[in-house]
């Protein structure tokens, strides 16, 4: 048997692709690609002439065997359209099948639209949840972020531009106005990073196109309150640092889940 790749390839910035990739591109016998027109546009970019094939939702069942038939004398590398493939993405059944097979499967790590999201969201890191796509239908995707309402850990959600707004507004019912961050088009030319709550960035975001990732703050801990002055206590803290009023409120929205609107109210009436 021989080996099965899982190669990451840019998210959007054509320099996003590690040398490792590009060696390992160059050097198998076949790419199973889930856009052929994407991945000739970066194997023709780095003089790469590896034969490619077709792997994608519509016809995994049938390549699935056959690829798998392939590497019993051939080494093959699957990449997605973009980023890394299998995450919300074909190749899962591939790679379970190779797994099966006793097949060796070797990651090639690199650029992933949910990390990239992620660390630059300014929310919290330590624990976070993938959600990939939410439901296309209303009452399914509510029905689905109530299950995950109490989770504590930080929210990552792919959403396409034509059901952002739909979206965005069922978070905000089941979810509540929660801080989170929008990214948008990450890596190419109109890239754009929102930051804010829910009812924020609905109010933001009223042409949509391109790409989205959300990055959505857990649920805090019923049992937690906020002691009466903490806003105000805070917002002296950080003035006496230095602080500038935008920083200073976009700060403690994020830190206590509240609308920057409320901690702007605060800081005008400090003394």
Same mark, same amino acid.
């Given at each position: 048997?021989?080996?099965?790749?899982?190669?990451a390839?840019?998210?959007g910035?054509? !320099?996003?692709?590690? #040398?490792?990739?590009?060696?390992?591109?160059?050097?198998?016998?076949?790419?199973?690609?889930?856009d052929?027109?994407?991945?000739?546009?970066?194997?023709?970019?780095?003089?790469?002439?590896?034969? $490619?094939? =077709?792997?994608?939702?519509?016809?995994?069942e049938?390549?699935?065997?056959?690829?798998?038939?392939?590497?019993? %004398?051939?080494?093959?590398?699957?990449?997605?359209?973009?980023?890394?493939?299998?995450?919300?993405?074909?190749?899962?059944e591939?790679i379970?099948?190779?797994?099966? +097979?006793?097949?060796?499967v070797?990651?090639?790590?690199g650029? =992933?639209? *949910?990390?990239?999201?992620l660390?630059?969201s300014? #929310?919290?890191?330590?624990q976070? #949840?993938?959600l990939?796509?939410l439901p296309?239908?209303?009452?399914?995707?509510?029905? %689905?972020?109530?299950?995950?309402?109490?989770?504590?850990h930080?929210?990552?959600? %792919?959403?396409?531009?034509?059901?952002? +707004?739909? =979206?965005?507004?069922?978070? #905000?019912?089941?979810?509540g106005?929660?801080?989170?961050?929008?990214?948008? !088009?990450?890596?190419?030319?109109? !890239? !754009?990073?929102?930051?804010?709550? $829910?009812?924020? =960035? *609905?109010?933001?975001?009223?042409?949509?196109?391109?790409? %989205?990732?959300?990055?959505?703050?857990?649920?805090?801990?019923?049992?937690?309150?906020?002691?009466?002055?903490?806003?105000?206590? +805070?917002?002296l803290?950080?003035?006496?640092?230095?602080?500038?009023?935008?920083?200073? $409120?976009?700060?403690?929205?994020?830190? *206590?889940g509240?609308?920057?609107?409320?901690?702007?109210?605060t800081? *005008?009436?400090?003394?």
């Amino acid at each position: 048997m021989h080996t099965l790749y899982l190669v990451a390839t840019p998210i959007g910035n054509m !320099e996003d692709v590690t #040398l490792r990739a590009l060696r390992v591109l160059g050097e198998v016998d076949l790419i199973a690609a889930e856009d052929t027109r994407t991945t000739q546009k970066l194997l023709r970019a780095h003089n790469i002439s590896t034969k $490619v094939t =077709s792997y994608f939702e519509g016809n995994k069942e049938v390549k699935t065997p056959q690829i798998i038939k392939r590497l019993e %004398f051939q080494d093959v590398a699957i990449v997605s359209e973009a980023g890394m493939p299998a995450l919300s993405d074909p190749g899962y059944e591939l790679i379970a099948a190779a797994i099966d +097979r006793g097949i060796r499967v070797v990651p090639v790590p690199g650029a =992933s639209a *949910i990390t990239t999201a992620l660390v630059v969201s300014g #929310l919290p890191t330590d624990q976070f #949840l993938f959600l990939g796509f939410l439901p296309r239908k209303a009452h399914h995707r509510r029905n %689905f972020l109530g299950k995950i309402q109490s989770s504590p850990h930080t929210l990552v959600v %792919f959403e396409a531009p034509h059901r952002l +707004r739909k =979206s965005l507004h069922d978070i #905000l019912a089941i979810l509540g106005d929660r801080p989170l961050a929008v990214g948008r !088009e990450m890596t190419k030319v109109f !890239e !754009e990073i929102f930051r804010g709550t $829910v009812s924020e =960035s *609905i109010e933001y975001f009223q042409v949509c196109r391109g790409e %989205f990732t959300l990055i959505i703050s857990g649920a805090q801990p019923e049992t937690e309150t906020r002691p009466p002055n903490l806003v105000e206590d +805070r917002l002296l803290e950080l003035r006496a640092d230095g602080i500038s009023p935008t920083k200073a $409120v976009t700060q403690i929205a994020r830190e *206590i889940g509240i609308r920057r609107a409320e901690v702007y109210e605060t800081w *005008i009436h400090l003394d």
